[in-house]
């Protein structure tokens, strides 16, 4: 498991809407997001959740590929930190990330891993929860989910 977790604007909203924020916290001992993150969240976020600034020499070289303010802070952050992952739910952003070298995950994955380790007994309730939210899931990435649960 890594040590360090650091988390994009999606992974908070898509979590916080269908009640299930405190999954990040059964998960990860460290969750980690930068200001512009919580800003775009626009609530304020559990005391469990630290935020950081990431180093400006990273965003420098992240400010030429076209992805949002707060993707680019949490790649930057993820970039100051050798053993994290990184959850991000854009493919544009997760292309960049990866693109430095990066572990990445999505918000579809928090939740199996979720279901893989005891914390959950299923994840189709709370997909079909997500699906009622304005989050899209294609069909490949729900049936892929649901296969890697063991559902």
Known sequence: MHSVVIADT??????????ELDLLRALYSQIITTPIVV????????????VAAPDKVHLKKLSVYPIDDGEMTAIALAMDYADSVLIIDDLKARR???????LVKGTIGVIVEAKLRGHISSIKPIL????????RITSAVYQNALKEAGE
């Open 128 to 135: 079909e929860k997500i699906n009622k939210t304005n989050f």
């Open 10 to 19: 999606s992974c908070f909203i898509l979590l916080d809407n269908i009640g």
């Open 39 to 50: 800003d775009e969240f626009g609530k304020k976020l559990p005391e469990w959740i630290l």
């Open 96 to 102: 960049v990330a990866e693109k430095f070298g990066l």
